[in-house]
RNA sequence: GCCCACAUAGCACAGGGGUAGUGCACACCCUUGGUAAGGGUGAGGUCGUGAGUUCAAGUCUCACUGUGGGCUCCA
C-alpha cells in the first residue's frame, strides 16, 4: 500500500510501503540522509528516532546534526556510550538507567567498585576511544522473553526487572541498541553512527537510588554532558561557573551577611549586614500588611504536645520536630505558626462581621531536617516566614485567594522578580480530612484561579497532609525555579480545633483557614535574592548604603561630618575614613557593592558639593548637597529598584 | 537518612610521618595619594573532634561532627 508523506515546505512525497525516517531522508538527498539524527512528526514535542517507521499521512521534519533539537539524540547516544565505557573499564558494573536531562544527560550503575574523580578522566577518555572506532548503531526488536533471558544470563538484574516490567504492561518486544560489541535496552532516539557524537564531557559524581526509592538499592551516577560543537560546551562550561559566582553562600562570606557554625547545624546566624536584609524585607511585609488589612500578633515557640496532637502536627509530621521534656511534660518547638493562631481565634467569640480574620505572625519555626538536605539558606532548620493566617467564610474564599494574588504581584514587582508560575497541588496519599472536604478545597482554589485568568500547573498528590496548595514558583535571573510563595486551603484545621463564628442567621458555621506566605521564609528568600541579584541589592536593601571616601585626611573632619548628616537622614552611611588611597577604597566598596561612593576631596569640601561612584563605575559629579539628600531619600522611600541618580549624557571625569 | 568527597590562620589555598607556609584581610610605622590593590614591620594556627598504628601523626587507620555534590524528603 502507498503511503504519503508530507514535508515542512508543504510537499509531499508517496513510497511504495512504510519508509523510516531515514528512508525519507535519503529520498531527498544523500547529504540529508548523512547528517540525520532522527525526526519530528506532527508537531509533536519527542524526537523519533531516524529508524522508526512512518505511518500513512504523516508529516514530518528531519532532524539532523545542525539543529539543536538533535542535542536530545546525541545525549541519548552519549549515555549509551558512557555506560559500555564504563562496563568495559569495569566488567563487573551493573547498567541501570541513563536519561536525558536538561543540559546533559546521566547514568546510573551498580559498581562494587566506587567511583573517583580519577575515573572521571578515564571513563571520558575510553568514551572518545569508543566513539572514535565510529561504531553503527542498530536496532533489533527481541522478543520479551528472549531478552529477559539474555540479560538474565550477563546477570544484569536492572534491565531484567525493566523488560519484566514492560512485559507486565503487555509489551511483545523490545528494542535493543547495539554499538559494536555493547548492547543495551532502549527505547532511542539514537545516532546512526558513534561519530556523530561530536563532543563530550563527564562531570560529576553523585549517589542515587534505584528507581528512586530510598529503600532499594544506593546507585552511582555519573554525570556528563554532550554538545554539538566546543564552543557550545565551552559556553556551558563558562555559564555553570557564572552560576557559582551567584552562590548566595559565597555571597554572604563576601558580603559578610550570615556564617553558620557547626554547633547550630543548619541554623544561619546574620551578622549585623545580614539582619540590616533581613528587617528591612519584614518593614517591607509590616508595611504591606497594613495596606492589606492584616493584623500581626506574636504567639508561644514551643507548646504541650497535646496542641499537636489536635493539630494532627504529631501524627503527620512528628519526624521533623523538636521535643523536649520538662518537669515530667512533653514539650514541642513549633514547625508552624497555624496551631497557635487556632488557638488565638479560639479564644474568643467571632462573627460574621470580624471576618476575614487575617493575623500574621513572624515567629521563628524550628524544623529538624534530615541532615543531607541543609543547603546554605535555602534549606534550613531554624527559620521565619513571612506567614499569615486568613479565616474566612466559605463566600469569602475566592476574593481572599484574589487579594493574595494581588498582594504577591506588588511585593514581587517591588523586588523586580516578574517572572513566576503557579502550581495547583492536590491532595497527597497521606492527609487528614474527609474526600469531601477536598474536593471542596481543590474545586475552591482551582475555581479562583481560573476566574482570575492565572496559568496554573496542576501537582497531583502534592498538597499538604491538610489541605491542597497553590505554589508560587519565582523563575530568578538565570532562569532557576524556585518555590517561595504558597497559599493552602485548610478545611481541617478550623475542624480540628472547633473554631466557629457566628453568621448573619445566628448561627454557628466553621470558618475557612489560609495559610500564605509570600517571601516563604526569610532566610530562603534572602539566599534565592542573593542568586537572583548576584548581590546587587537595591538601595532600600543594601546593607551599607552609602560610603563616604575621603582622599586624604585633610577632608576627614567634613567627610565625618557629612556621614552624620545622611545618618540623620536615616541612609546607612559610613565613612572609610583609614589612611589608604583612594583606588584602595574605591575597590573594597566595590567588591562589597555599595550602591553609592561618595568621594571627598578639596574639590567638593570647598565646594560643597557631591561627588558620587554607583556601583555601575559611572560617576556623577557637582551635584547640590541637598538634591543628592532628596534623590537618596526618595529612593529609599519608593523602594526604588533602579538608581534615581542618573549621570549625565556624556559626563566623565 | 543514603552514596561519594572534603575539613590546615578571619577568607582563599599550598604542604604530605621528624613539630607549619603563601596571598588577601588584621595591627603598627612610612606615605597624604582623585575613582578597582603604595611600601615596610608585626601579630595570628593544640592543621574539625576523639581514638588507634608508630620512637615520632596535620600527614597513615577508624569512628564521630560539620560542610560540599547528588539521591530521597521538603507542610
Known amino acids: 500500500m502507498a503511503v504519503t508523506i508530507s514535508l515542512p515546505d508543504g510537499s509531499k512525497k508517496e513510497f511504495p510501503s512504510e519508509p523510516s525516517v531515514l528512508d525519507v531522508a535519503k529520498s531527498i538527498g544523500p547529504r540529508l540522509a548523512k547528517d540525520t539524527l532522527g525526526a519530528v512528526i506532527d508537531n509533536e514535542k519527542d524526537i523519533i528516532d531516524l529508524r522508526s517507521k512512518i505511518k500513512n499521512g504523516t508529516s514530518i521534519k528531519i532532524v539532523t546534526v545542525k539543529d539543536k533539537v538533535s542535542l536530545e539524540v546525541i545525549r541519548h547516544s552519549a549515555a549509551h556510550v558512557m555506560a559500555q565505557a564504563v562496563q568495559e573499564l569495569w566488567p563487573k558494573v551493573k547498567v541501570t538507567i541513563g536519561p536525558v536531562i536538561e543540559n546533559g544527560f546521566f ?36 522478543q520479551v522473553d528472549e531478552a529477559i533471558q539474555t540479560f538474565e544470563k550477563m546477570g544484569e538484574k536492572y534491565k531484567v526487572e525493566l523488560i519484566a516490567e514492560l512485559k507486565n504492561k503487555g509489551e511483545k518486544t ?8 555493547w548492547f543495551d535496552l532502549c527505547r532511542g532516539p539514537h545516532v546512526q553512527h558513534l ?73 544561619p546566624f546574620f551578622t549585623p549586614n545580614g539582619t540590616v536584609i533581613y528587617n528591612e524585607l519584614q518593614r517591607f511585609l509590616r508595611d504591606k500588611y497594613q495596606e492589606h488589612n492584616y493584623q500581626e500578633v506574636i504567639t508561644p515557640q514551643i507548646f504541650d504536645i497535646d496542641l499537636f496532637h489536635q493539630s494532627g502536627h504529631y501524627e503527620n509530621y512528628r519526624e521533623n520536630m ?31 462581621r470580624d471576618l476575614p480574620w487575617r493575623v500574621a505572625d513572624f515567629g521563628r519555626l524550628h524544623r529538624y531536617e534530615r541532615s543531607g538536605v541543609m543547603h546554605g539558606l535555602t534549606r534550613v532548620r531554624s527559620f521565619s516566614q513571612d506567614d ?8 469569602q474564599l475566592q476574593a481572599e485567594i484574589e487579594g493574595f494574588m494581588q498582594f504577591l504581584n506588588e511585593v514581587y514587582t517591588t523586588l523586580g ?46 498538597g499538604a497532609f491538610y489541605g491542597p496548595k497553590l505554589d508560587i514558583m519565582f523563575v530568578d535571573a538565570i532562569n532557576r525555579p524556585w518555590q517561595l510563595g504558597t497559599l493552602q486551603c485548610d478545611f481541617n484545621l478550623p475542624q480540628a ?28 528568600f534572602i539566599g534565592v535574592y542573593l542568586e537572583h541579584t548576584a548581590g546587587h541589592l537595591p538601595f532600600w536593601l543594601s546593607p551599607i548604603q552609602v560610603r563616604v571616601l575621603n582622599v586624604t585626611d585633610r577632608q576627614l573632619d567634613y567627610s565625618a561630618h557629612l556621614e552624620k548628616e545622611l545618618k540623620a537622614l536615616g541612609i546607612r552611611a559610613y565613612l572609610d575614613g583609614r589612611n589608604e588611597k583612594l583606588g584602595y577604597k574605591i575597590r573594597e566598596a566595590q567588591l562589597l557593592k555599595v550602591p553609592y561612593m561618595l568621594v571627598i576631596g578639596d574639590k567638593e569640601k570647598d565646594t560643597d558639593t557631591i561627588s558620587v561612584r554607583l556601583s555601575s563605575g559611572e560617576m556623577v559629579n557637582n551635584l547640590k548637597k541637598s538634591d543628592f539628600f532628596e534623590m537618596l531619600e526618595k529612593e529609599y522611600r519608593l523602594r526604588s529598584l533602579k538608581s534615581l541618580i542618573k549621570p549625565k549624557q556624556g559626563e566623565k571625569v
Not at 528494542?175 to 560489541?181: A, E, F, L, T, V
Not at 499569615?388 to 463566600?395: D, G, N, R, T
Request: proline share 4%; net charge negative.
Open 107 to 142: 547514568y546510573d550503575f551498580d559498581s562494587p567498585h566506587a567511583f573517583t574523580p580519577e575515573d572521571l578522566e578515564k571513563i571520558e577518555k575510553k568514551m572518545q576511544e569508543i566513539c572514535k572506532k565510529d561504531y553503527a548503531v542498530t536496532r533489533e526488536e527481541w
Open 195 to 267: 561519530g556523530q557524537i561530536p563532543v563530550m564531557k563527564v562531570l560529576s559524581l553523585a549517589g542515587a537510588y534505584w528507581r528512586g526509592d530510598e529503600k532499594r538499592e544506593q546507585l552511582q551516577r555519573i554525570y556528563a554532558t554532550a554538545f554539538l560543537n566546543e564552543a557550545d560546551l565551552k559556553k556551558h562550561l563558562h555559564e555553570l561557573e557564572e552560576a557559582k559566582k551567584r552562590d548566595h553562600r559565597r555571597l554572604g562570606k563576601d558580603l559578610g551577611l550570615f556564617i553558620f557554625h557547626h554547633l547550630a547545624p543548619g541554623s
Open 417 to 462: 522578580m516578574t517572572k513566576y508560575h503557579v502550581y495547583l497541588s492536590t491532595r497527597p496519599p497521606k492527609r487528614m480530612g474527609s474526600d469531601e472536604v477536598w474536593d471542596k478545597a481543590e474545586a475552591a482554589l482551582e475555581k479562583a484561579l481560573k476566574q482570575l485568568n492565572i496559568e496554573y500547573t496542576v501537582n497531583i498528590g502534592d
Open 497 to 524: 480545633f472547633s473554631l466557629k463564628y457566628v453568621g448573619d442567621d445566628n448561627a454557628e458555621h466553621a470558618p475557612v483557614m489560609l495559610h500564605r506566605a509570600i517571601l516563604g521564609s526569610f532566610e530562603r
Open 174 to 181: 523490545v528494542s535493543i541498541y547495539h554499538q559494536g560489541p
Open 388 to 395: 499569615a493566617h486568613i479565616f474566612c467564610a466559605l463566600e
Open 322 to 352: 523538636y521535643f523536649s521534656k520538662i518537669e515530667e511534660r512533653d514539650f514541642g518547638c513549633k514547625p508552624m505558626n497555624c496551631p497557635g493562631h487556632c488557638l488565638l481565634y479560639g479564644s474568643d467569640h467571632r462573627s460574621y
